[in-house]
């Protein structure tokens, strides 16, 4: 069982003027594992207020895995990358790499997003873009390494299973 936080950026969402949809595509998308949401919010455009949220989470939440949905563009308000870097004890940047590349067929607009993914102790967190379409197409190409990802940072995996002989 994996337990997650979600974390949705999102000026106008934060003020009540835009439903969080991409949270919900995060939860529709993730019913395939066996999971559950432990911590769910909304927070502005701020670098302060999104760093201290995804690192008291990571410290104190018992999560296993953090998804921030928004603020990944080129826009000035645009700082979930900045403020996760900010935090992340190691990058992870194949999980953003992978975004892009997959997602590049559907949109040549992907190369554009500046999400980023990394690890704060025993959690994992990872940037996903704002639209619930691009939530839904970036999750379904790392969803299958989420859970291997995990255990090797909860140190119940310690070797790869691929490819051995």
């Known amino acids: 069982m994996l337990n997650l936080g979600i974390l949705t950026i999102s000026d106008k969402g934060w003020r009540g003027e835009r439903q969080d949809k991409s949270s919900q ?3 529709e998308s993730l019913a395939r594992l066996e ?3 432990v911590e769910y919010e909304i927070v502005p455009d701020e670098r302060d207020i999104i760093a ?3 690192a008291r989470w990571a410290d104190e939440g018992g999560m296993d895995v953090i998804l921030t949905t928004g603020g990944t563009g ?3 308000r645009d700082v979930t990358p900045e403020a996760t870097l900010s935090i992340v004890d190691r990058v992870v940047p194949g999980l953003a790499e992978a975004m892009r590349m997959r997602t590049f067929d559907t949109t040549p607009f992907s190369i554009l997003s500046r999400a980023t993914a990394g690890v704060r102790g025993k959690c994992l967190i990872i ?3 704002g639209s619930p379409r691009a939530v839904r197409e970036c999750l379904e190409v790392i969803l299958p390494a989420i859970p291997h990802a995990v255990g090797i940072i909860k140190g119940e995996i310690t ?3 691929a490819g051995k002989d």
Do not use: D, G, M
Request: glycine residues 0%; hydrophobic residues 35%; charged residues 15%.
């Open 25 to 27: 595509a995060i939860r």
């Open 35 to 37: 999971s559950n949401v």
């Open 52 to 54: 201290s949220k995804l």
């Open 74 to 76: 080129l826009s000035q």
């Open 127 to 129: 940037n996903l873009p």
């Open 159 to 161: 070797e790869h299973q």
